[in-house]
């Protein structure tokens, strides 16, 4: 299981205050929570920052190494500020979010993967636009896939999302995410997923029961990484749970820290 903390992203109002502001302190405050909360890895986002993207991104890269030595995941549509994040990178693997099947776009950033080595979050998404099904989000994987191994990229160095849509627009948005997981885990049993789970509830209300329900349904079938809030006491305790029910936590051992965490308080 790989969690990758979301909260440093200038699309949160409190966030982007303090960048504007440069307050350090508030962004290492917000690094060191999700590190101490369980996060495996730190996202760095500042895409609304358009002007001067790349300043920022090795800003916040730098504030946030030099109080948290977990690895961070740069993520961003423009392949200049990756590349300036990920030459910072100082502790473990790094993490690029995201590729996708779009011919810009692998062009981009796969050279950026194999020049740091970095693991590759995956979107089911190509010049065609969002999928709208299973099928059409495996015609993506297999393509995705074939480009990756070419330009040696191992398996577990592949997180593909599936691409989750809110229920509350797509019916069926559900449904096809695990289809997906599902098709994948047959057909590339080694490689890795990744999603951000909390779309699935967008523009509902009890969003934090939707979210973890899905979370237990998706880890069922094999999705092994989350984009989440690691402060989330209830999610994160969802997730200790859902592992050692799926027997992927010896002598419940993470389940018992969880509790002794206080995860479980108030359930």
């Known amino acids: 299981m790989l969690i990758v903390g979301e909260l440093i992203n200038t699309s949160r109002k409190a966030i982007n205050e303090a960048v504007e502001k440069r307050d350090k302190a508030y962004i290492q405050k917000i690094a060191k929570e999700q ?5 495996n890895y730190i996202d760095v986002n500042c895409g609304t920052m358009v002007y001067n993207e790349v300043e920022i991104m090795e ?8 109080v948290v030595e977990a690895p961070l995941c740069i993520d961003s549509p423009d392949p200049k500020v990756l590349e300036a994040g990920l030459s910072l990178c100082k502790f473990g693997q ?5 590729i996708t099947d779009e011919k810009e776009r692998v062009a981009a950033v796969l050279p950026l993967a194999q020049k740091y080595k970095a693991k590759l979050v995956a979107l089911c998404m190509d010049d065609t636009g969002m999928p709208e099904t299973t099928e059409d989000r495996m015609r993506v994987v297999e393509s995705l896939y074939g480009k990756l191994k070419e330009k040696g ?4 160095d592949m997180y593909f999302d599936p691409l989750v849509k809110p229920i509350s627009t797509v019916n069926t948005a559900g449904e096809e995410v695990l289809g997906t ?4 885990k047959a057909h590339y049993p080694d490689v890795h997923f990744m999603c951000g789970l909390s779309n699935v509830s967008f523009g509902l209300p009890n969003r934090k029961v939707l979210n973890r329900l899905f979370v237990v349904q998706t880890m069922t079938l094999g999705m092994d990484g989350y984009i989440l809030n690691p402060t989330d006491k209830g999610m994160m305790g969802t997730i200790a749970a859902a592992q050692a029910l799926l027997g992927q936590d010896d002598y419940c051992m993470n389940y018992l820290t969880a ?5 479980y308080e108030g359930s």
């Open 181 to 184: 997981i599902k098709a994948i």
């Open 94 to 98: 790094p993490m690029i979010n995201s």
């Open 153 to 156: 990229i191992p398996d577990q």
């Open 35 to 39: 590190a101490e909360s369980g996060a």
């Open 59 to 66: 800003w916040l890269v730098n504030a946030i190494q030099e």
């Open 259 to 263: 509790h002794r965490n206080g995860l």
